[in-house]
């Protein structure tokens, strides 16, 4: 079936270096990409997205790339900090009739920092 | 600016017990409103979502039942609890665009004994 997924379960980065989240979509009718960072007991946090029309977007030290043809979402984050340490979702906004809009998330991406 | 809240923080009940879990939203009108589940570990599993007052769609068969009473206002129940309900449930609130990004609450830890 159509799903979203993550090709690493989990990355270990040295603090300072850069990271790189990758994620693998197979619907290419989906239109809208988020990526979200989750702390441990707590609620999945808005990163940054794109839209399909758009093969990369810059934030503040994070970058998502979008690859429509190999169907691939990646997110960078520059300069990682300890603070970055959480697991990383990707999600895909698909129509589901009308104007409702539902999200299907990978697996998620646990990144964790060392100092 | 819009916020969205949840409580409880955490819960912990027994098994055959009745649920109600709460969301609110503020700060925008007409949302649409979704509650998922993850357990630990694992990724997020939608189980109802709401376009409108009273207008409630289920994903998967379950135990649960979600009812919204008022615009800005999102309600999980279950009439028995099972211990396969105990996890971590999350609502979320977005606009009509296609554009427009899910916002999560802090999330609920339910633990079913």
């Known amino acids: 079936g159509e799903s979203v997924g993550l090709h690493l379960p989990t990355l270990s980065v040295q603090e300072g270096d850069n990271s790189i989240i990758n994620c693998a979509y197979s619907?290419?009718?989906?239109?809208?990409f988020i990526w979200y960072k989750q702390e441990s007991g707590k609620g999945p946090q808005f990163i940054i997205d794109?839209?399909?029309?758009?093969d990369k977007r810059q934030g503040q030290r994070v970058t998502v790339l979008l690859n429509k043809t190999v169907k691939h979402l990646s997110l960078q984050i520059a300069a990682t900090q300890p603070g970055d340490s959480a697991v990383y979702f990707c999600?895909?906004?698909?129509?589901?009739?009308?104007?409702?809009?539902?999200?299907?998330f990978g697996k998620g991406t646990l990144l964790t920092v060392n100092p | 600016s819009q916020t969205i809240h949840q409580w409880p923080a955490t819960l912990v009940q027994p098994v055959g017990s009745p649920l109600s879990l709460e969301c609110t939203v503020e700060?925008?009108?007409?949302?649409?409103l979704y509650w998922y589940r993850q357990a630990a570990g694992r990724g997020l599993q939608l189980l109802f979502y709401?376009?409108?007052?009273?207008?409630i769609s289920s994903e998967v068969p379950q135990n649960l039942s979600a009812s919204r009473p008022q615009d800005r206002q999102f309600i999980l129940s279950s009439k028995k609890l099972l211990l396969s309900d105990s996890g971590f449930y999350l609502c979320?609130?977005?606009?009509?665009?296609?554009?427009?990004?899910?916002?999560f609450g802090p999330g609920t830890r339910l633990t079913v004994l």
């Open positions: 979320a609130w977005t606009g009509k665009a296609s554009s427009d990004t899910q916002y």
């Open positions: 619907n290419s009718a989906s239109d809208y």
């Open positions: 794109i839209r399909s029309n758009m």
């Open positions: 999600a895909e906004n698909r129509n589901s009739g009308g104007s409702n809009y539902k999200l299907t």
């Open positions: 700060g925008t009108s007409n949302p649409n």
């Open positions: 709401s376009v409108g007052i009273g207008q």
